[in-house]
T-cell receptor
Framework: GAGVSQSPRYKVAKRGQDVALRCDPI?????LFWYQQALGQGPEFLTY????????KSGLPSDRFFAERPEGSVSTLKIQRTQQEDSAVYLC????????????FGSGTRLTVV | DAKTTQPTSMDCAEGRAANLPCNHS???????VYWYRQIHSQGPQYIIH???NNETNEMASLIITEDRKSSTLILPHATLRDTAVYYC?????????????FGDGTTLTVKP
């Protein structure tokens, strides 16, 4: 596609519910990143994939957060037993060549845990 | 990865040049300077990046000091649509790229 597509655009979850957030990167982009952005703050790194390999997950805040990219294209960020502090915008970004070109971000998924 | 320091906010008159500074005094030799901006309710948008030479594209110019400890993003003729949060980050061009924290950026307000 022309850009990075994320779905759903908005998600309201009850505390304790599991959620799955989807990212469709630009076709052919090898690198894929997930970021978390709290209200009024800049994006913070969660995890990074190169093709299907998850090379860095050091930013995932707890073991309730899990990300996968099984075929090296679409990625899913899953949050189990959601808590109120998980409320944020979750951004996905992809890049053709790591570190050389800028990243293309999606519009994000706004997660609200009630 | 090196950290960056940016002013919290800046104002600019429409049609004038907007000069956004960024300090990155601990930058390493293999780290690039990247600029992104984020308009409300959208994901960050890549603007420009550079290693040590000044760069220009259709959106902006990037001026990097000779010691690489600071840089300035220049929007030559700011419009109201340039109102956004501007992030300066430094990143290595290897497997650690993408780990950088964006910080809180500079909120640029372009006024009529």
């Amino acid at each position: 596609g022309a850009g990075v597509s994320q779905s759903p655009r908005y998600k309201v979850a009850k505390r304790g519910q599991d959620v799955a957030l989807r990212c469709d990167p630009i076709s052919g982009h090898v690198s894929l990143f997930w970021y978390q952005q709290a209200l009024g703050q800049g994006p913070e790194f969660l995890t990074y994939f190169q093709n299907e390999a998850q090379l860095d997950k050091s930013g995932l805040p707890s073991d309730r957060f899990f990300a996968e990219r099984p075929e090296g294209s679409v990625s899913t960020l899953k949050i189990q037993r959601t808590q109120q502090e998980d409320s944020a915008v979750y951004l996905c970004a992809s890049s053709l060549v790591l570190g050389i070109y800028g990243y293309t971000f999606g519009s994000g998924t706004r997660l609200t845990v009630v | 990865d090196a950290k960056t320091t940016q002013p919290t906010s800046m104002d600019c008159a429409e049609g004038r040049a907007a000069n956004l500074p960024c300090n990155h005094s601990t930058i390493s030799g293999n780290e690039y300077v990247y600029w992104y901006r984020q308009i409300h309710s959208q994901g960050p948008q890549y603007i420009i990046h550079g290693l040590k030479n000044n760069e220009t594209n259709e959106m902006a110019s990037l001026i990097i000091t000779e010691d690489r400890k600071s840089s300035t993003l220049i929007l030559p003729h700011a419009t109201l649509r340039d109102t956004a949060v501007y992030y300066c980050i430094v990143e290595r061009g290897d497997t650690n790229a993408g780990k950088s924290t964006f910080g809180d950026g500079t909120t640029l307000t372009v006024k009529p």
